[in-house]
């Protein structure tokens, strides 16, 4: 492709400078997010059958005897290392045009890491938990190691990412020696501080997919505005998100945590004020919603737990820290996929009634989770179905999705 | 109109700005709630305690009463200090030998400690509305006319050399060439008085009546009440707070705009 037709493509699709010359590379391998898009949907589905299994007692796995904790680190880390993996794979080469985008054989090899996680974590009773510690750090070191550009950037433009990933990094190895004896601190304490950890990695990334995909978006549709997402303002955000995780791990019945979770809640939702433009109206456009959900549902989240912790009345906060999982974080993985999933094979960001779907049908999801204290004599059916229902969105993507990430990019472009 | 339709226009994207500053106030809501856990209630309530205390006061009708008083006596005594600081400052403003000689005679009044005048005050008008009115209004009163002084002294005489050879009519002159100008630097010298009124009425309150928010504060304190107390200094926060952020803030950035 020569210089002056890479020039018209808009600019998220001229990211990189080169493309290894690997010969016979198959489209699904052709990219970082290809076998990943391919992969995580449909192992979020089986995964959450599987859960259902487990939990009304059809599927006998007794998870070292402690199935919730197994349950919250999978949903955690489990899809974590594939979302960031995608998330690197396909945003560090664009980020860093010198960089050669991760393909071919080295890629399987790392899809073959993070489903031999899995594999092991399923079967944790019989390979044992050293296994699964292993093959899962290594797979995190692997992402650590492949980010590692961003920590020596020079500038320090992007190192933010590479040094929470250490940080979430730590936090796991300290919940394997946790399970595995070797630490006193209880696992499920760890995870909630894992999930602090997260949330702060999720605020960084959606800063730069948010302002990415957004400006795309204006350019698309020629609206003339800018739209910046302020670093200070996510800062804040990652600041309150920080002290209420530190407090509620040393202290948490504490009224302060309470106030903590208020001021996470504010903050968070001011990220949502950077999308009011200078002269243009953007909060009509569906993706700018959806982005937006993002921040609400994380808000939510932090807002209800605060106020459980100032009530006395109510005891609900593990319920209304899905806001955050099921909610905030399941609607980040979304986004990502579906952004990629557009942008990276070539088209544009487009908004259909499949995307809408994705979208509300985990927001009902996370509010039927979230708000079961509230509902405790529907409990047990809200269980089965907010799970049921944040699961269709994966299915729609797999509809949707599927033969973009099977056939070579729409605009000839390698990749 | 166009003015007061543009910021109404605005109003709800600039509330929407402000959950950074909320989430601020949280932070510092917090730390509160760390302090009352450190030295214990009596010595510092707990802020949901607190806010508990000021729901039940907020029903109370007597409690509205002071509450009316003190509005009273600080809107009178900020009101006079806004006419005459602002006519007469801006009137010096023009003329250079006043705005000299004026300038010492400001430095005396904002020097001097509030606390001085009220006692001053005390000896001149005894206990009552006048002297608390009497200290906002020297109190706010300097801070106001620097503001307009400031404003008429600072302006362009480029501007004012090109508004005449184009032959502009007074009133265009006044409201699109000097107007604008002025009231920049005016408009925050308000609001900076108004927020020195704010504190001095509680102060004086305090000190020299028997009915207000001061002096219920001064009730509060001798009884040991620290829930109350607190609560009324949430009162006197939370008003200055809504009045400079929700009512004021919008109109000042709307009045600077043109600066950038």
Do not use: C
């Amino acid at each position: 492709m020569n210089d002056n037709s890479r020039e018209e493509s808009n600019h998220a699709n001229n990211h990189y400078l080169y493309y290894p010359d690997e010969k016979d590379v198959p489209t699904y391998l052709a990219y970082g997010f290809r076998p990943i898009f391919l992969l995580l949907p449909p192992y979020i589905v089986i995964s959450m059958i599987l859960w259902a299994l487990v939990w009304s007692g059809y599927l006998n796995i007794p998870f070292m005897d402690n199935t919730l904790t197994w349950h919250v680190y999978e949903m955690l880390f489990g899809i974590l290392t594939a979302g960031v993996l995608a998330f690197l794979t396909t945003g560090l080469p664009e980020l860093f045009p010198g960089m050669v985008p991760f393909i071919g054989k080295r890629l399987k090899y790392i899809m073959i890491l993070w489903i031999a996680g899995r594999v092991s974590f399923w079967f944790i009773d019989i390979t044992g938990v050293y296994l699964t510690a292993i093959l899962n750090l290594s797979m995190l070191l692997w992402l650590i190691w492949f980010a590692k550009d961003v920590v020596l950037d020079k500038l320090q433009r992007h190192s933010s990412l590479g040094y929470i990933l250490v940080v979430i990094f730590g936090i796991e190895t300290w919940f394997f020696a946790s399970v595995s004896g070797h630490a006193i601190t209880p696992s499920l304490d760890i995870l909630k501080v894992a999930l602090g950890a997260i949330v702060v990695l999720i605020l960084l990334a959606m800063r730069r997919v948010n302002m990415e995909s957004v400006n795309e978006l204006m350019e698309d549709k020629d609206i003339d505005d800018i739209y910046i997402a302020r670093p200070p303002v996510t800062n804040l955000a990652i600041f309150t998100v920080i002290l209420f995780t530190i407090v509620e791990f040393l202290y948490p019945d504490s009224s302060t945590l309470g106030w903590l979770g208020f001021a996470a809640g504010a903050a968070i939702l001011g990220i949502t004020s950077d999308y009011k433009l200078k002269d243009e109206f953007i909060l009509n456009q569906p993706f700018v919603l959806y982005y937006a959900s993002i921040f609400v549902m994380l808000s939510i989240g932090y807002t209800l737990m605060g106020w459980d912790l100032l009530n006395e009345d109510i005891y609900g906060i593990n319920h209304f820290r899905h806001f955050i999982t099921t909610g905030g974080i399941g609607l980040a993985y979304m986004m990502v996929i579906i952004t990629i999933g557009w942008i990276h094979t070539g088209r544009n960001l487009t908004s259909s009634i499949y995307t809408h779907l994705m979208i509300i049908l985990i927001i009902i999801a996370a509010f039927m989770r979230g708000l079961i204290p509230f509902f405790e004599e529907y409990s047990s059916e809200l269980y089965l179905w907010s799970a049921i229902v944040w699961t269709i969105p994966f299915l729609l993507y797999m509809k949707v999705f599927y033969k973009f990430l099977l056939t070579p990019r729409a605009d000839g472009i390698q990749g | 109109m166009k003015f007061i339709i543009k910021i109404l226009k605005d109003f709800p994207a600039y509330l929407w700005s402000g959950w950074g500053a909320i989430a601020s106030i949280f932070l510092f809501i917090a730390f509160w709630d760390i302090g009352n856990q450190v030295y214990g209630a009596l010595v510092l309530p707990s802020p949901l305690e607190t806010f508990k205390t000021l729901t039940t006061m907020l029903q109370d009708e007597s409690v509205w009463k002071e509450i009316n008083i003190t509005l009273y006596r600080a809107s009178v005594g900020f009101g006079l200090s806004l006419i005459f600081g602002s006519l007469l400052g801006l009137l010096a403003g023009f003329f250079v030998t006043a705005s000299i000689m004026s300038r010492p005679i400001v430095t005396i009044l904002v020097g001097m400690p509030p606390i001085a005048w009220i006692v001053l005050a005390m000896i001149w008008f005894g206990m009552g509305d006048e002297t608390v009115i009497f200290t906002v209004i020297v109190a706010s009163f300097p801070i106001i006319f620097v503001g307009a002084l400031q404003g008429t002294r600072t302006l362009d005489d480029d501007l004012k050399e090109m508004a005449d050879s184009f032959k502009l009519p007074w009133h265009m002159k006044f409201f699109d060439v000097y107007f604008p100008h002025i009231f920049s630097y005016v408009f925050p010298a308000w609001v900076s008085g108004l927020g020195m009124a704010w504190k001095i009425v509680i102060m004086a309150e305090l000190l020299a009546t028997s009915d207000g928010m001061g002096a219920s504060l001064a009730v509060s304190r001798s009884q040991l009440d620290t829930p109350t107390t607190l609560a009324l200094v949430v009162i006197m926060i939370g008003s200055l707070m809504f009045i400079e952020y929700i009512i004021l803030e919008p109109i000042k950035r709307e009045v600077e705009l043109w600066r950038d």
